[in-house]
């Protein structure tokens, strides 16, 4: 017998352009979202009520590019030149995270990820049986993949590779389907054309998508034209990568002629908007991608980069900048930008049951507290979610028809343990 | 006898170049800070104590420039080209607003920006009345002025510029100094010139200064060379606005040569990133004018071109959009988008008491918990602030010495009854 629970007296963002919200009821049966609709549903005397008055439900946000351990180096190196950042600050550090620190660093991560709406992340680094235990434990969907710099002797570069592929093999479909995996080389600029070729090949075989950085700077796409005689994007499509299912991160810098290429082999991109603007990467050419009909969701990137983990601020970053950039104020509607960090981004790392709050969908939304004052008055809740809410708005979340946090507490994870370790670990680092 | 209050084992944000914050203790006496420092003060046994233990403590945040009442209108019309949603939907409405509405509008706004740490706001608008009326009820430092639209006839003309020196004259210093008045003609492109010379008259009769908004758009910069054969600077300039001290809202479409004026006349700019970036008026050429010695502080603007009131996100977008858009992570650092939000921002409507912590100024603070996932590890709380933090994390305001709100609880307005004073208000413009 299923587990039912009716959500009456509630608002549902649905988000279709000729009606955004649903005034009614929803019902949930186990993992699903069965129904949602204005009027009550039949065979649900048996459900378990929830009155949804004062709250705006929504699709749980989808952050489609990230590091959860780096939060570990939150504010750690801000303001600086991108090379000098990385190169003083970031990799002397990251190359002491031990299996622990990233451990503790994720459930940092994913504790403000949770509590701030977000109930699916993507993550691509290294000790990777760390972070797919938090994600088992804290009930979070997690699309999760080794990351793989190649600026290594060979023999490393093959235990990475081993690595990336053991644990997409191991973890892909665990924790009752919340963990999904994919293959991911680093970026075209730290690893060899033939090391993504691997790559490739490995996807190919565990029939899984893939996952990179590419095109942050205007630095890194002139160094691609230097070393190998193209731009990241041919040059990624000759190495064979967009025969597979492919995410992109960043696609900062872009040309015409490359956004009709990611179009034509539908490509995704995650646009990092807090995080390109914060290390002065550019602005991407959002508006051009959606017209041309590429897929394009959000992420926040590591928290050493943005720093926070909040999904909010990247959805309303997405509507605001292009307006402000391009002069065109109809730029990335509040409907598009909340697409993107919902439906888009689920779209972006190949789920194609969550994401959306229909029949038929997995059962991970949101309750945003609406009695307050910066959503009044009731206009229009999509602009209200897009301009003005924001995480600690978030009342209540369910992942896969579970209740993860209920009135803003985190129910699956100890938050004043994890700050505590989170803090021990980042001590640690600077003291070896 | 003074009322004191001794802050323990808090950490305070003094902002000074070479030392941000001091863990220690803050004395409040009355109005006044009156001690910060590591070491117990003397005489403070007759203190009421308060254990600062998780808490950062920052001046209030000063909003220099707005519409409060606006925030009737939020949602009401977004993603639209601006002559556009000027004249179908914001004109026609606020057409209808009466007292009673500016009131409820005002105290919607001001709500929002108490609980979000806002300990001093600046409101140009009609009804001045209700707006000062709102100030005094709760607590909030007000920099108020009657906005006048010059577009009518003479008689109407004079009525507004006699209500707006009425007003500046009746409400200067009142509620025990925490509201001050200033004269603002709203824009040139509203006002014929020798309108706002009867402004800058009636300035110099009150010993007050001068608001307006300047240059917010390319359109309106082209108007003025074409109405009257100079750039907005140019011109206000020669109709003496810059003999008063002055604020000018937006200043984004600013030449090298405007530049160098405004920072000759001392003339202050208040930058209103949010705002800009929705109605895409464009980029204002921040680190340009820091770079020229401008005072440069931040705005929300109304509401309805926002849409929330939330300085926390001024802060970060001053500190982010100018890395992005100019490709240097250094423009704008951390350290200076958060004075632009306080010490500027004092600076930017003359309060030479206010804007920061330090012994001798007014005891207008807030306290931010730190104790949670967004503000671990402690690396630089600065960093923490502009870069994760947001408006609930203020657990405590204090304005004038006074509490304010209390573990996120506004203790002078009542929240409930002006949601929905505030919703009804909407309905009525909409039936009207």
């Given at each position: 017998?299923?587990?039912?629970?009716?959500?009456?007296?509630g608002t549902?963002?649905?988000?279709?352009q000729?009606?955004?919200?649903?005034?009614?009821?929803?019902?949930?049966?186990?993992?699903?979202?069965?129904?949602?609709?204005?009027?009550?549903?039949?065979?649900?005397?048996?459900?378990?009520?929830?009155?949804?008055?004062?709250?705006?439900?929504?699709s749980?946000?989808?952050?489609?590019?990230?590091?959860?351990?780096?939060?570990l180096?939150?504010?750690?190196?801000?303001?600086?030149?991108?090379?000098?950042?990385?190169?003083e600050?970031?990799?002397?550090?990251?190359?002491?995270?031990?299996?622990?620190d990233?451990?503790?660093?994720t459930?940092?991560?994913?504790?403000?990820?949770?509590?701030?709406?977000?109930?699916t992340?993507?993550?691509?680094?290294?000790?990777?049986?760390?972070?797919a235990?938090?994600?088992?434990?804290?009930?979070?969907?997690?699309?999760?993949?080794?990351?793989?710099?190649?600026l290594?002797?060979?023999?490393?570069?093959?235990?990475?590779?081993?690595?990336?592929?053991?644990?997409?093999?191991?973890?892909?479909?665990?924790?009752?389907?919340?963990?999904?995996?994919?293959?991911?080389?680093?970026?075209?600029?730290?690893?060899?054309?033939?090391?993504i070729?691997?790559?490739?090949?490995?996807?190919?075989?565990?029939?899984?998508?893939?996952?990179?950085?590419?095109?942050?700077?205007?630095?890194?796409?002139?160094?691609?034209?230097?070393?190998?005689?193209?731009?990241?994007?041919?040059?990624?499509?000759?190495?064979?990568?967009f025969?597979?299912?492919?995410?992109?991160?960043h696609?900062?810098?872009?040309?015409?002629?490359?956004?009709?290429?990611?179009?034509?082999?539908?490509?995704?991109?995650?646009?990092n908007?807090?995080?390109?603007?914060?290390?002065?990467?550019?602005?991407?050419?959002?508006?051009?991608?959606?017209?041309?009909?590429?897929?394009?969701?959000?992420?926040?990137?590591?928290?050493?980069?943005?720093?926070?983990?909040d999904?909010?601020?990247?959805?309303?970053?997405?509507?605001?900048?292009?307006?402000?950039?391009?002069?065109?104020?109809?730029?990335?509607?509040?409907?598009?930008?909340?697409?993107?960090?919902?439906?888009?981004?689920?779209?972006?790392?190949f789920?194609?049951?969550?994401?959306?709050l229909?029949?038929?969908?997995?059962?991970?939304?949101?309750?945003?507290?609406?009695?307050?004052?910066?959503?009044?008055?009731?206009?229009?809740?999509?602009?209200?979610?897009?301009?003005?809410?924001?995480?600690?708005?978030?009342e209540?979340?369910?992942?896969?028809?579970?209740?993860?946090?209920?009135?803003?507490?985190?129910?699956?994870?100890?938050?004043?343990?994890?700050?505590?370790?989170?803090?021990?670990?980042?001590?640690?680092?600077?003291?070896?």
């Amino acid at each position: 017998m299923s587990r039912k629970m009716l959500i009456e007296n509630g608002t549902f963002a649905v988000l279709e352009q000729d009606q955004t919200v649903i005034d009614g009821f929803m019902l949930v049966e186990d993992d699903l979202l069965t129904y949602i609709g204005s009027e009550r549903p039949d065979h649900c005397d048996d459900a378990e009520v929830l009155d949804g008055r004062g709250l705006l439900f929504l699709s749980g946000l989808v952050n489609t590019h990230g590091h959860a351990a780096m939060s570990l180096l939150r504010g750690y190196g801000d303001d600086m030149v991108l090379q000098k950042w990385l190169q003083e600050k970031m990799w002397p550090m990251e190359a002491k995270f031990t299996g622990s620190d990233v451990y503790w660093g994720t459930a940092l991560s994913v504790l403000e990820m949770i509590k701030g709406g977000t109930t699916t992340f993507l993550d691509m680094y290294d000790h990777m049986d760390q972070v797919a235990q938090v994600t088992e434990e804290s009930g979070i969907r997690g699309v999760l993949m080794r990351g793989a710099i190649g600026l290594c002797p060979p023999e490393v570069q093959k235990q990475k590779l081993d690595e990336a592929v053991a644990f997409a093999r191991n973890w892909h479909g665990k924790a009752n389907g919340r963990i999904t995996t994919m293959i991911s080389p680093h970026a075209p600029y730290t690893c060899p054309p033939d090391y993504i070729e691997q790559f490739v090949q490995a996807a190919h075989d565990l029939d899984l998508p893939m996952h990179t950085h590419m095109s942050e700077t205007q630095a890194e796409v002139e160094q691609n034209v230097a070393d190998y005689g193209a731009r990241p994007v041919e040059h990624l499509l000759k190495l064979g990568m967009f025969s597979r299912p492919t995410l992109l991160a960043h696609g900062v810098h872009l040309t015409d002629e490359e956004i009709e290429v990611l179009a034509a082999h539908k490509v995704a991109i995650s646009h990092n908007p807090g995080s390109n603007l914060k290390l002065a990467s550019g602005v991407a050419r959002v508006p051009e991608l959606l017209k041309a009909g590429v897929t394009v969701s959000l992420g926040t990137d590591g928290a050493a980069s943005n720093n926070n983990l909040d999904m909010f601020e990247e959805i309303r970053l997405a509507a605001l900048i292009h307006k402000g950039v391009s002069g065109d104020p109809t730029a990335v509607p509040a409907l598009e930008a909340l697409r993107m960090g919902t439906e888009y981004g689920a779209q972006s790392v190949f789920l194609n049951n969550t994401g959306k709050l229909a029949a038929g969908m997995k059962a991970d939304f949101i309750a945003l507290n609406t009695e307050q004052a910066h959503f009044v008055p009731r206009t229009d809740y999509v602009s209200h979610v897009v301009y003005s809410a924001g995480p600690k708005d978030v009342e209540h979340v369910w992942v896969d028809g579970k209740q993860i946090v209920k009135h803003g507490v985190c129910l699956t994870l100890d938050e004043e343990r994890i700050r505590h370790e989170a803090q021990a670990a980042f001590e640690g680092l600077l003291s070896r």
